[in-house]
């Protein structure tokens, strides 16, 4: 049975071979052999004439202009505003590395100049800074560059320049200017240096006249009438500052040196401290309160001051020598040489930190 059924299994397989072998040679037989090039065009036109053709037509594209070169000019107002959003984020390094394209290119370019000095100012770079404005002031004369310049001759102690550049700058002021305050308080400032007390009293009256409510300018009308040794008029402006703004401690500054003065030490001392609670950094007052302690032989209060400052500003070589002192006279000399090798890493070859060692040399010696 299962014999039978293979066998027409077979014979089927075989039938269908033969019918596809069939359709094959039916579908070559209907095949046209052509020999020619124009057999073959004649051949399409009768085969395909109810082809519809379709004709494909490219979209012509319009060409896009590219976008102008920019000018010279575009080129720098966009450095110039890269460089100003940095100075903007204190980057006043790579703010001068962009100027600094700009001048390669123009070293004409007047703001360029202006902001490169401002940023050597910020970096404390004073001398650069100063031959930026001198190099600026020859290409433009305006009152803020003129102003700035001189903040830069008075940051330097060249007292004179600040003095006749300020003078010029308001020369160049009108009588709107939202300089004039600053120039006459500044100029205030460079005529007490110079020990020209009556025009520097005649420049903080006419700041005081447009800013009559100024604690600053009434703390420097104090400091001038200190260093005229007139201390009862140097306390009231001191204390009509402390009025204004009881957080200026250039104010309270003031007061405890009237007081010390008037030989009221332990207001003096009092008032000082709350100047130091107010500004820990201010490096007058704490040279002032150093200075009492080697008078009064009392430097324990000195020495706390002058850690809290150095906590925050420990590259400061002339602190950190006046602790390394205020060691040395309590007898504490361990930590006086720590003071004095650290300020050897700070800054190498000092001869009054070689002396102060031999010193204390000596002290150690003698107290064997």
Same mark, same amino acid.
């Given at each position: 049975?299962?014999?039978?059924?293979?066998?027409s299994?077979d014979?089927?397989?075989?039938?269908?071979?033969?019918?596809?072998?069939?359709?094959?040679?039916e579908?070559?037989a209907?095949?046209?052999?052509?020999?020619?090039?124009?057999e073959?065009?004649?051949?399409?036109?009768?085969?395909?004439?109810?082809t519809?053709?379709?004709?494909?037509?490219?979209?012509?594209?319009?060409?896009?202009e590219p976008?102008?070169?920019?000018?010279?000019?575009e080129?720098?107002?966009?450095?110039?505003?890269?460089?100003?959003?940095?100075v903007?984020?204190g980057?006043?390094s790579l703010?001068?590395?962009?100027?600094g394209?700009?001048?390669?290119?123009?070293?004409?370019?007047?703001?360029?100049i202006?902001w490169?000095?401002?940023?050597?100012?910020?970096?404390?770079?004073?001398?650069?800074?100063r031959?930026c404005?001198?190099?600026l002031?020859q290409? /433009?004369v305006?009152?803020? *560059?003129?102003f700035? +310049?001189?903040?830069?001759?008075?940051? $330097?102690?060249?007292?004179?320049?600040a &003095?006749?550049?300020?003078?010029?700058?308001?020369?160049?002021c009108?009588?709107?200017?939202?300089?004039?305050?600053?120039l006459?308080k500044?100029?205030?400032?460079?005529?007490?240096r110079l020990?020209?007390?009556e025009?520097?009293?005649?420049?903080?009256?006419?700041?005081?006249?447009?800013?009559p409510?100024?604690d600053i300018?009434n703390?420097?009308?104090?400091?001038l009438?200190f260093?005229?040794?007139?201390y009862t008029?140097?306390l009231?402006?001191?204390k009509k500052?402390?009025?204004l703004?009881p957080f200026?401690?250039?104010?309270?500054?003031?007061?405890?040196?009237?007081? /010390?003065?008037?030989?009221? *030490?332990?207001?003096? +001392?009092?008032?000082?401290l709350?100047c $130091?609670?107010?500004?820990?950094h201010n &490096?007058v007052?704490?040279?002032?309160l150093?200075?009492w302690?080697?008078?009064?032989?009392?430097?324990?209060v000195a020495?706390?001051?002058?850690?809290v400052?150095?906590?925050?500003?420990q590259?400061?070589?002339e602190?950190i020598?006046s602790?390394?002192?205020l060691?040395?006279q309590?007898?504490?000399?361990?930590?006086?040489?720590?003071?004095?090798?650290?300020?050897?890493v700070?800054?190498?070859?000092?001869?009054?930190?070689?002396e102060?060692?031999?010193l204390?040399?000596?002290?150690?010696?003698a107290s064997?």
């Amino acid at each position: 049975m299962d014999k039978t059924l293979d066998q027409s299994d077979d014979q089927e397989k075989s039938f269908r071979f033969v019918l596809q072998e069939r359709s094959d040679v039916e579908k070559f037989a209907q095949l046209k052999v052509i020999r020619d090039i124009d057999e073959a065009l004649q051949n399409f036109d009768e085969t395909d004439e109810d082809t519809s053709i379709k004709f494909v037509v490219k979209t012509q594209v319009t060409p896009v202009e590219p976008p102008p070169i920019p000018t010279d000019l575009e080129v720098h107002g966009y450095l110039l505003q890269n460089a100003l959003l940095l100075v903007d984020c204190g980057e006043f390094s790579l703010a001068r590395n962009v100027l600094g394209d700009i001048l390669r290119r123009n070293n004409n370019h007047v703001d360029a100049i202006r902001w490169m000095g401002w940023c050597f100012k910020q970096e404390n770079q004073l001398d650069n800074a100063r031959k930026c404005y001198e190099q600026l002031v020859q290409r /433009r004369v305006t009152e803020q *560059d003129l102003f700035e +310049l001189g903040e830069i001759y008075y940051l $330097l102690k060249r007292d004179a320049d600040a &003095q006749s550049t300020w003078l010029d700058a308001l020369g160049q002021c009108d009588a709107e200017s939202p300089r004039l305050f600053d120039l006459h308080k500044n100029l205030g400032n460079v005529f007490t240096r110079l020990a020209d007390y009556e025009s520097a009293e005649e420049n903080y009256n006419k700041a005081l006249t447009i800013r009559p409510l100024s604690d600053i300018l009434n703390v420097n009308l104090g400091s001038l009438n200190f260093q005229r040794a007139q201390y009862t008029q140097a306390l009231e402006y001191f204390k009509k500052g402390l009025e204004l703004n009881p957080f200026n401690d250039r104010a309270w500054c003031g007061v405890a040196l009237v007081a /010390r003065e008037m030989k009221d *030490d332990e207001w003096a +001392l009092s008032v000082l401290l709350r100047c $130091l609670d107010i500004n820990p950094h201010n &490096q007058v007052a704490l040279q002032v309160l150093i200075s009492w302690g080697q008078t009064d032989c009392d430097w324990s209060v000195a020495i706390e001051r002058v850690h809290v400052y150095l906590e925050n500003n420990q590259d400061d070589g002339e602190m950190i020598y006046s602790l390394a002192g205020l060691y040395f006279q309590t007898g504490s000399l361990i930590e006086a040489e720590l003071e004095l090798t650290r300020l050897d890493v700070l800054h190498p070859g000092r001869t009054d930190v070689q002396e102060l060692k031999e010193l204390i040399m000596k002290k150690k010696e003698a107290s064997l």
